[in-house]
């Protein structure tokens, strides 16, 4: 959401016989980075811009709360064992999304030193009183909310998915990009460039990671799923999340990935999709419905409806 669908299944951890949840070959060492942090007092954290959300989430078993910083995040958690392997992987997605945006370091000066603040949840019982606090849907997995970044981390879980790159996706494109992106290409972007990273990852730990194409499991014709502006119901939910993340690579896919960053950085700072796709995609697919005949030829190729 900025939701993550809570019940996704993003990657593949598996080429060469490694199946998922598998021990790999080590990884090399140059590779590893130590799982370190360091706990401070809140009142001591750089950045104390605490939001209305963040205040519900430290309400929940208040004096067990933990704070640290990174570079570019402060984290809130209970348990260090859950949020030093955060730290790294947080900081991974911060440098493969905003390569992937062309962010450069002048954006980057621009946006102003701030840091963004991530609460982990440990335990259902939290999650769900958090979630309930901030009134979100009951299939919310992970949610962003005016900069701030809201996660359940369950530790008996090895493999913890895409969830915490699809926040950051969602945090990194409103910092440098724009905030007003139609719900599609928002979680479409989200998804895409989120399950690529949660690869490139584990990939850099010695993995033989890929991303798992998923198949969408129903079929929203593009006239309306461009012009969605509040999350469907029911299973649809997770039909939007497959197609948008599907068509967004499809959009980036062949060399189209120019393209699709034109498209996405207009629509993201409020111009219509007509213009955006027309100025990005004109001499390629002259209108929607040519766009939606060769999306739906892949999405045939793919196994889909």
């Known amino acids: 959401m900025e ?23 080590p990884a090399p060492a ?12 809140l009142e001591r954290i750089t950045d104390q811009h605490i939001t209305l ?20 995040f402060v984290l809130h958690y209970f348990r260090s064992s859950i949020a030093a392997p955060v730290s790294v992987e947080a900081e991974f997605y911060y440098r493969y999304i905003t390569t992937d945006l062309g962010v450069t370091p002048q954006d980057e000066a621009a946006a102003g030193a701030g840091k963004s603040h991530i609460y982990l949840f440990e335990t259902r019982e939290d999650w769900v009183a958090f979630r309930q606090a901030a009134a979100l849907e009951d299939w919310t997995g992970a949610v962003c909310i005016d900069g701030a970044l809201f ?105 189209r990935k120019p393209q699709f960053l034109k498209m996405f950085r207009a629509m993201a700072q409020g111009a219509p999709f007509s213009s955006a796709f027309s100025d990005a995609y004109g001499t390629q ?13 892949r999405m045939d190729a793919m196994g889909g409806q």
């Open 3 to 25: 939701n993550a669908f809570a019940l996704r299944i993003v990657c593949l951890l598996a080429s060469a016989g490694l199946a998922l949840g598998q021990t790999p070959a």
């Open 53 to 72: 959300d963040g205040r519900r989430a430290l309400a929940i078993r208040p004096s067990e709360w933990k704070h640290s910083e990174t570079p570019h």
């Open 30 to 41: 140059a590779l590893e980075v130590p799982y370190t942090i360091v706990a401070v007092p």
């Open 151 to 255: 996660v359940p981390r369950y530790p008996e879980f090895k493999w913890k998915g895409n969830a915490l790159g699809h926040e950051i996706a969602h945090l990194l494109v409103r910092r440098f990009v724009g905030n007003k992106a139609p719900l599609w290409l928002k979680e479409g972007q989200a998804e895409d460039v989120s399950s690529r990273g949660y690869s490139a990852y584990y990939r850099a730990r010695g993995y033989a990671a890929h991303p798992l194409e998923l198949i969408p499991n129903g079929y929203i014709p593009l006239a309306r799923l461009t012009s969605l502006t509040a999350y469907p119901q029911g299973a649809e939910v997770e039909t939007l999340y497959r197609q948008s993340r599907a068509l967004v690579a499809f959009l980036s896919a062949e060399g």
């Open 285 to 297: 697919w002259t209108s929607l419905d040519a766009l939606e005949t060769a999306f739906k030829r």
